[in-house]
């Protein structure tokens, strides 16, 4: 496939090395265009060595070949990484003052942008009108990331990691692997947040990360996806159905209901085990006076058990659980996965160790897969999108022997 890869200059071009590699050791053929500003941040030999191409950022290099027109028209895939607030908006506006800008207004394949900008950038009204205007036209452009920008700044406006990019572009163009063909499943990602009062709520650390690459995985594989999501500031995969909540009580209805025809339900998500016995209405204030506040809580259903009791004798849906645990003075992980898939009646489960910079929010894992022939698979360390294979074919083998 012929990819080009347009560059804009941020600080984030370093990582589009790392979506540049990806292409490559995929056996794809990349051209990579930067802007003169990329070329501020990584230069053209680099580029030119991961790509094994030369490099050019204007029309008048090699004229002979007639560039601005030709890299467009032959293209399969183009993908922008990063996109600057600039590069939007010239590509809105229909600019071409430069080798990438007439790249894209010369391609007929699918364009994908990848935003990476301050946060008053992407949320600045012209940024919106510019995005809008693209995505009216056809032009898939990712939502940015949520997280630490340059200097001492956070908030949405961080690229998006270079193994997720990848999988949204390649899953645009290259056809679906056609082994969930005709199987519907239900994904579920995110943690679920149980409010406390109007401001205040529990919740945990995961980020969907997981469950998004499940769901784009499977719908490449030719499935009809139902993601059911809690609070996950992700892109959608294309070709998959949205379900949002945010308690644990509505995604357990979500789930359920989506899966009544399912033929397999993959809870990736991470629901709060107990929510607030009671919800104030208003915010709850500090008094001052020292005292402890005391917050009774009662415990969440078990979603997993509820849908292998809704199953009943039945063999479908195959019903995958996760278990994301810390050891302790009582046990290891391994330990405490076994006792949870034993007391869960779930035909597979997804084991990981969870702590402050393991797995959650992070872009690479390790994960045991156990089955109830007693098989122990471990997978990793691997990027999410990996991850995600690895725990389909574990599915897929399961639909064949129910």
Not at 34 to 39: D, G, K, Q, R, V
Not at 239 to 247: A, C, F, M, R, S
Not at 253 to 269: F, I, N, Q, R
């Amino acid at each position: 496939m012929r990819i080009v890869l347009g560059v804009s200059g941020g600080i984030a071009a370093y990582k589009a090395c790392l979506l540049l590699r990806r292409f490559t050791e995929s056996g794809h053929d990349v051209t990579v265009v930067p802007t003169a500003s990329a070329l501020n941040f990584v230069g053209a030999p680099t580029w030119s060595a991961l790509s094994g191409k030369p490099v050019a950022d204007d029309v008048w290099t090699r004229v002979e070949e007639v560039p601005h027109v030709r890299l467009g028209k032959q293209a399969d895939l183009v993908v922008v990484a990063p996109a600057t607030a600039d590069l939007i908006a010239k590509a809105a506006h229909g600019l071409a003052d430069d080798l990438l800008t007439n790249t894209l207004l010369t391609a007929r394949c699918p364009v994908v942008i990848a935003p990476a900008m301050h946060t008053e950038m992407w949320l600045h009204p012209a940024t919106v009108a510019n995005v809008a205007t693209l995505r009216e036209r056809g032009v898939h452009v990712m939502d940015p990331a949520s997280g630490r920008l340059t200097g001492a700044d956070t908030g949405p406006g961080r690229l998006r990691e270079p193994a997720e990019i990848a999988s949204y572009a390649l899953g645009l163009v290259q056809p679906a692997e056609g082994s969930l063909s005709g199987r519907h499943v239900v994904v579920s990602a995110g943690g679920t947040r149980e409010p406390i009062d109007p401001v205040r709520f529990i919740g945990n650390r995961s980020s969907g990360k997981q469950g998004y690459a499940l769901a784009a995985v499977a719908a490449r594989r030719g499935a009809r996806v139902t993601l059911v999501s809690a609070n996950a500031a992700l892109a959608v995969p294309d070709g998959v159905d949205l379900v949002e909540v945010e308690t644990t009580v509505q995604l357990q209805e979500a789930v359920t209901a989506a899966g009544k025809d399912a033929d397999a339900v993959v809870m990736a998500a991470a629901p709060a085990d107990y929510r607030s016995a009671a919800y104030t209405d208003h915010k709850i204030k500090k008094t001052g006076s020292g005292d402890d506040l005391v917050l009774q809580l009662v415990e969440n259903p078990d979603i997993v058990k509820g849908l292998v009791a809704a199953r009943g004798a039945a063999t479908a849906p195959v019903i995958v659980s996760f278990a994301a645990e810390t050891g302790d003075a009582t046990g290891s992980v391994m330990d405490h996965a076994r006792a949870k898939f034993a007391r869960k009646g779930s035909d597979l489960q997804v084991v990981n160790e969870v702590g402050p910079g393991v797995t959650f929010g992070q872009d690479e894992a390790v994960i045991h897969i156990l089955s109830r022939a007693g098989d122990e698979t471990t997978v990793g360390p691997a990027d999410k999108v990996t991850l995600a294979a690895a725990i389909w074919d574990a599915v897929e083998h399961q639909l064949e022997t129910v």
